[in-house]
């Protein structure tokens, strides 16, 4: 029988009741290991939870659920702990941890993976490229891959296959009433649709399902750094050359040289300008697109032929959990020059290291796919700009993010709709319309309206249910 509680408490007795029947994990601040598992990506949101659940199961994240609905307290769901806006843990609440469902399971003939709830990017990559096959996957490894996922899922991969979402094809879900549901092509059509981009807003997923494509293990990719002299001739280069063909998935980047064997003494902690990427297609036509870039002549070329796991590896050193970030990045219309110069401004006033400043190359299979086929909008958008402020002093917080808020306004003019909120570390209600657009906000209202009425799930970028 289940406890009947004030809300927002967690009385013991229903605790030790959770634990006769909890095969998972149950942590509280109190055990060992409490301040490791609470951790997350964004060190901006230092949170200590009630309890932490680590379900083994479907079942234990039915009783994860059912309690943070009687306590009253709030429940924030994690995977990889990757989510930029701390919706990763919660202060006095219930953390639903799910790093300890690890499966995977590659169907090399129909070209599917299945992928439980905690698997991330590192994870998932490492099977599927066993059988020369791959889905978009996020740019840093430890990123969660549901997470990524129902947020959109931008990836290197994503102009030869679409975002991460376009190739979810079914998930297991469990809602807000404890109830278990799939979601397919053919069976509840319309939570699929909402899962594609819409956010952790219907219920913890703790199953979904891809579509693969064929992926040689063996790719063009890298990273190359040149003199800060040549950074406005570089991006004009880069900007031409983006659209080539669908196999470019690069990003032109303000980043600081790290003091790296492969890095030349003097430019040891010095910001420069760099593209890192792939190109997913033959070898020597990778090299033939990357020829006017050599003749720039580059302090660092990593360019080369190497696993794609590698490839998929390559941003992780610059993205370690624990430091201070914030983040905002915009859809474009197109690249001007005036864009340009702002990137360039940017990375000359950036106050942190850290802090990256990025334009990525949209376009190829986004736009392909139907502009109501998924919740996802902007498809159109033929590149797109990142400011990644990161910083490890909190008492440099207001510095870096009137820093990133001043360029994110310099921008303004050459902004279109409907960039992912996987990207944002703020997401006020003007961001989700303006990421959703007004007519997806209200579909994806009806599906929270039916599957989670009273926001249980609300530590996400929350579509309020119409009596909310």
């Given at each position: 029988?289940?406890t009947?509680?004030?809300?927002?408490?967690?009385?013991?007795?229903?605790?030790?009741?959770?634990?006769?029947?909890?095969?998972?994990?149950?942590?509280?601040?109190?055990?060992?290991?409490?301040?490791?598992?609470?951790?997350?990506?964004?060190?901006m949101?230092d949170?200590?939870?009630?309890?932490?659940?680590?379900?083994?199961?479907?079942a234990?994240?039915?009783?994860?659920?059912?309690?943070?609905?009687?306590?009253?307290?709030?429940?924030?769901?994690?995977?990889?702990?990757?989510?930029?806006a701390?919706?990763?843990?919660?202060?006095?609440?219930?953390?639903?941890d799910?790093?300890?469902?690890?499966?995977v399971?590659?169907?090399?003939?129909?070209?599917?993976?299945?992928?439980?709830?905690?698997?991330?990017?590192?994870?998932?990559?490492?099977e599927?490229?066993?059988f020369?096959?791959?889905?978009?996957?996020?740019?840093v490894?430890?990123?969660?891959?549901?997470g990524f996922?129902?947020?959109?899922?931008?990836?290197?991969?994503?102009?030869?296959?679409?975002?991460?979402?376009?190739?979810?094809?079914?998930?297991?879900?469990?809602?807000?009433?404890?109830?278990?549901?799939?979601?397919?092509?053919?069976?509840?059509?319309e939570?699929?649709?909402?899962?594609?981009?819409?956010?952790?807003?219907?219920?913890?997923?703790?199953?979904?399902?891809?579509?693969?494509?064929?992926?040689?293990p063996?790719?063009?990719?890298?990273?190359?750094a040149?003199?800060?002299?040549?950074?406005?001739?570089?991006?004009?280069?880069w900007r031409?050359?983006?659209?080539e063909n669908?196999?470019i998935?690069?990003?032109?980047?303000?980043?600081?040289a790290?003091?790296?064997?492969f890095?030349?003494?003097?430019?040891?902690?010095?910001?420069?300008?760099?593209?890192?990427?792939m190109?997913?297609?033959?070898?020597?036509?990778?090299?033939?697109?990357?020829?006017?870039?050599?003749?720039?002549?580059?302090?660092v070329?990593?360019?080369?032929?190497?696993p794609?796991?590698?490839?998929?590896?390559?941003?992780?050193?610059?993205?370690?959990?624990?430091?201070?970030?914030?983040?905002r990045?915009?859809?474009?219309?197109?690249?001007?020059?005036?864009?340009?110069?702002?990137?360039?401004?940017?990375?000359?006033t950036a106050?942190?290291?850290?802090?990256?400043?990025?334009?990525?190359?949209?376009?190829?299979?986004?736009g392909?796919?139907?502009?109501?086929?998924?919740?996802?909008?902007?498809?159109?958008?033929?590149?797109?700009?990142?400011?990644?402020?990161?910083?490890e002093?909190?008492?440099?917080?207001?510095?870096?993010?009137?820093w990133?808020?001043?360029?994110s306004?310099?921008?303004?003019?050459h902004?279109?709709?409907?960039?992912?909120?996987?990207?944002?570390?703020?997401?006020?209600d003007?961001?989700?319309?303006?990421?959703?657009?007004?007519?997806?906000?209200?579909?994806?209202r009806?599906?929270?309206?039916?599957y989670?009425?009273t926001n249980?799930?609300?530590?996400?970028?929350?579509?309020?249910?119409?009596?909310?």
């Open positions: 029988m289940a009947t509680m004030s809300p927002g408490a967690l009385e013991a007795d229903a605790l030790e009741q959770l634990r006769g029947e909890f095969r998972g994990e149950i942590v509280e601040p109190t055990d060992d290991g409490y301040d490791d598992l609470r951790g997350v990506f964004n060190g949101f949170k200590r939870p009630r309890v932490i659940l680590r379900p083994a199961g479907a234990d994240v039915i009783r994860g659920i059912g309690l943070a609905r009687t306590s009253g307290l709030p429940l924030a769901v994690r995977s990889g702990g990757h989510s930029v701390g919706f990763s843990s919660v202060d006095g609440g219930i953390v639903l799910l790093r300890l469902l690890k499966a399971r590659v169907d090399p003939n129909g070209k599917t993976v299945r992928a439980q709830g905690g698997v991330n990017w590192g994870e998932l990559d490492h599927t490229q066993a020369g096959l791959a889905v978009t996957g996020g740019r490894t430890t990123t969660g891959v549901v996922t129902t947020g959109t899922g931008s990836g290197w991969l994503e102009r030869k296959f679409g975002f991460a979402a376009d190739n979810v094809i079914g998930a297991d879900v469990v809602t807000a009433d404890g109830q278990i549901v799939h979601a397919s092509e053919t069976e509840n059509e939570l699929l649709w909402g899962l594609k981009g819409g956010g952790g807003n219907f219920g913890v997923v703790t199953e979904i399902e891809f579509t693969l494509g064929a992926l040689s063996i790719v063009y990719g890298g990273l190359a040149f003199h800060p002299g040549k950074a406005a001739e570089l991006a004009r280069l031409d050359l983006s659209h669908d196999d998935g690069w990003a032109i980047a303000s980043i600081t790290p003091p790296a064997p890095v030349p003494e003097e430019w040891h902690g010095r910001r420069v300008p760099a593209v890192a990427g190109i997913a297609g033959p070898h020597d036509q990778a090299e033939k697109i990357l020829a006017p870039f050599r003749a720039l002549g580059p302090i070329d990593l360019w080369q032929p190497m794609y796991t590698m490839v998929q590896a390559l941003l992780d050193p610059g993205n370690p959990y624990g430091r201070q970030n914030y983040w990045a915009r859809n474009l219309t197109d690249l001007p020059d005036a864009a340009i110069d702002v990137w360039l401004e940017a990375a000359e106050p942190s290291p850290f802090t990256a400043v990025i334009m990525l190359n949209g376009g190829g299979a986004i392909k796919v139907g502009e109501d086929d998924t919740a996802i909008s902007g498809r159109t958008s033929p590149f797109n700009f990142h400011l990644n402020g990161m910083w002093d909190p008492n440099a917080t207001d510095e870096n993010i009137a990133v808020r001043r360029v306004e310099a921008l303004a003019p902004v279109a709709e409907g960039i992912s909120l996987n990207f944002q570390t703020e997401i006020a003007d961001v989700l319309r303006e990421s959703f657009g007004a007519k997806k906000v209200e579909r994806l009806k599906l929270k309206d039916r989670d009425p249980v799930f609300r530590l996400n970028q929350n579509i309020a249910p119409s009596a909310g």
